[in-house]
């Protein structure tokens, strides 16, 4: 199948899913679930697969068995490239319209500290200050999950502090909904959004590395 846009009714789909997160919308709804957002998600990551790998479409159910929300569907349809490092590539649609994310979103401890290290170093957390400021500069939104407090070791005066406080490492940019979205433009968009965040994986993947903490 050959991607075509997201047609509009997939966001009619989620404005309505919002509104009614129940088995019995999902139900009566299904089938434009599956014509507006699964076939063109999964015809999307197929084009995309030859340059940045195979991707991992999510299941549209809420796992709840601890949550205190107990809707039992996802508001979003989302998929994800695992990288190196912990790194990945990052795709979503819903009523807000399109989101795309990269970076690492979860971080062993010896990932962190293995980051921290290379934050602190002369030349190569300068190099990292200059790739975040320039997808800042580009309507990029950067995260970190940043503790409160200075990390031990590192000095309160480093020029690099409030890097150091991070536990992860991404980047996110809201395109929202736009009139591109139903047409081919969109894989455009989308393969120009993940390549742009290339230089933030490689430096994520040479500098973060396997972790030894998930292997335990």
């Known amino acids: 199948m050959t991607f075509a846009g997201f047609p509009e009714r997939a966001l009619v789909f ?32 197929a084009e995309l697969a030859p340059e940045f790998g195979e991707a991992k479409f999510f299941r549209p159910y809420r796992d709840v068995r601890f949550a205190k929300d107990k809707t039992p569907y996802k508001t979003h349809a989302g998929a994800v490239v695992h990288g190196a490092g912990g790194g990945g590539l990052y795709v979503q649609i819903s009523a807000a319209g399109l989101l795309l994310g990269g970076g690492a979103w979860r971080l062993e401890t010896d990932q962190v500290q293995q980051m921290r290290r290379a934050i602190a170093d002369d030349h190569l957390g300068p190099a990292l200050e200059d790739e975040l400021a320039g997808l ?33 490492l991404s980047a996110a940019r809201d395109y929202g909904d736009q009139p591109w979205l139903t047409s081919r433009d969109a894989l455009s968009r989308v ?21 030894a903490d998930r292997a335990r």
């Open 191 to 211: 393969r120009r959004g993940w390549r742009r965040l290339a230089p933030l994986n490689d430096w994520i993947a040479t500098h973060l590395g396997s972790t």
């Open 14 to 45: 989620y404005e309505g899913l919002e509104a009614d997160n129940s088995k019995t919308y999902w139900t009566d709804h299904r089938a434009m679930y599956d014509e507006c957002i699964k076939a063109p998600m999964e015809a999307l990551l």
């Open 136 to 168: 800042r500069k580009a309507s990029w939104e950067i995260g970190g999950n940043p503790v409160k407090t200075r990390p031990h070791g590192y000095d309160s005066e480093h020029p690099r502090l409030e890097l150091l406080r991070f536990r992860t």
